[in-house]
């Protein structure tokens, strides 16, 4: 069976309809054990105090927006190359939600800043590419909303999600590229000098899983709702008297 099967719209209507169930009940379970565990059951870092329990939504909410617009540019590709409707349909479902990440992401950066850095917002490397990110959000969310042609709208919102994907990267590894940023390293490494305390780790990581499932579901249904309004405009279309 190729994968390529499920870009055809009845088979990822039926694929995507199976796997919702589970997804919804998993991410609904991830998110209330990891946060419920994370601000309640974890100590008060020894520095931070109380305030080092917003990792538990900063973290997840960056990595998500993050990695949805890697996603967005993995089936943007995929729409250039092999013109499947619905890996562009996927791309544009995925976008609101990454936004939605992304201010999550600035949101509670700032509230986090304050107390750290003495302010809610600095002109950091990784802060400044984040924004940057998010500005590419809006302007892709746009040119969908300003381009009726459908096709169209498809092959010039992946263009503009190949060049945001460079800001997406920088997000992701501007503290490695400038050593002199405010922002911390990488809460999850490998390296245990910079890796998240034990007591931190678990819960942080059935977080993380919440807000992936959280966003399986979400852009499933996001998909799915996209096609049925493509069906139904081919339907006007078909109808309409010439």
Known sequence: MSLWEYANPVKFMALS??????ATVL??????????????????????????????LHVPSALMAINIWLM???????????RHHVSALAARAAAPIGITMTLIALFTGAIWGKP???????????LTSFMILFVFYLGYIALWQAIEE????????SILCMVGSVFALLS???????????????????????HVDNAFYLPLVVCIAGFVLLFVTLVLLRTRTHIRQRRAQALMVREAPH
């Open 17 to 22: 309809g199976r796997i919702l169930p589970a």
């Open 27 to 56: 991410s609904a379970a991830c998110l209330f054990i990891g946060l419920f565990w994370g601000f309640f059951l974890t100590p008060d870092d020894y520095k931070q105090g109380s305030t080092v329990k917003i990792i538990f």
């Open 72 to 82: 967005m540019l993995v089936t943007s590709l995929v729409w250039l190359v092999r």
């Open 116 to 126: 750290m850095w003495g302010t809610y917002w600095a002109w950091d490397p990784r």
């Open 150 to 157: 459908a096709d169209t709208a498809a092959d010039l919102t």
């Open 172 to 194: 992701r590894y501007a503290v490695n590229f400038w050593n002199q940023g405010l922002h911390q390293g990488a809460s999850l490494s490998v390296d245990q000098e910079t």
